[in-house]
């Protein structure tokens, strides 16, 4: 069976919000446009969007699991961006000049005790604000995802994972292989660098943004701490629902 790309993703906000893409145009050692464009500084971070740094620096998931159920619609011609989650009405504002109204959104979510939202930043790196120190795209297998639910014994969201490009027609695991090794997709040619180590966020349903998973114990017990690998564009290109996947 040939591998291809089953569906594309990105998150204009870190942690606030996914949405699916049919196609995007990748440049060398860039991330899908509008991946982790913004992200949401916390009250004791210092960060600007000037240079990368750690994904501590921002408000996330890992500890503010409401954050996982809210959904991104970015419209690129206006750039203004549409929020929605099950809890808030939805928001639509521009990044650049409103910030604060995201914070006011977004804080009613924050969990007691954890650092409050202070100001959404943009990245002024030339890349998103991804969590690996080089602009990467995260691949997911689909089959792997499956082997974690037939583990869980339960249908579980594949939005857990918040990747990038999801692909069919793989055995589960295989893309355990492909770090240090380079894939084509599409027109586009990506250095696979490292597995992605997962957090607590995955423990949150996308749905509802409650724990209902223990998912790292889960994980432990099957493979590693990991799920899905991170690549790093080096031949840019357009990729697209459908394209085929091929290990170089």
């Known amino acids: 069976m040939t591998a291809t790309v089953g569906s594309i993703w990105r998150h204009p906000v870190k942690a606030h919000g996914r949405e699916e893409i049919g196609s995007a145009e990748l440049t060398a050692h860039g991330t899908i446009p509008f991946d982790r464009e913004w992200a949401v500084a916390h009250e004791a971070s210092e960060a600007d969007g000037s240079e990368w740094v750690r994904c501590v620096n921002f408000t996330r998931a890992a500890g503010a699991p409401q954050l996982m159920a809210i959904t991104a619609s970015l419209d690129e011609a206006t750039g203004r961006l549409t929020l929605s989650h099950p809890e808030r009405e939805p928001l639509e504002f521009d990044p650049d000049t409103e910030g604060d109204r995201l914070i006011d959104w977004v804080s009613p979510l924050m969990p007691e005790g954890r650092a409050k939202p202070a100001r959404l930043v943009r990245q002024r790196a030339g890349r998103g604000l991804t969590d690996s120190d080089f602009p990467s795209l995260t691949l997911c297998n689909t089959a792997s995802h499956a082997a974690v639910e037939r583990a869980a014994g339960r249908d579980l969201s594949p939005h857990r994972w918040r990747g990038n490009v999801w692909i069919d027609g793989l055995e589960p695991w295989a893309e355990w292989d492909w770090v240090g090794r380079e894939v ?28 209902d998973v223990e998912m790292l114990p889960l994980l432990d017990d099957l493979t590693s701490r990991d799920f899905s690998v991170m ?7 357009a990729i697209r629902t459908g394209d085929p996947v091929e290990v170089l």
């Open 184 to 211: 084509r997709i599409g027109g586009a040619v990506l250095a696979v660098r490292e597995r992605t180590g997962r957090c607590l966020a995955t423990h949150a349903n996308p749905d509802t943004g409650e724990r």
């Open 231 to 237: 690549a790093e564009v080096i031949q840019g290109g």
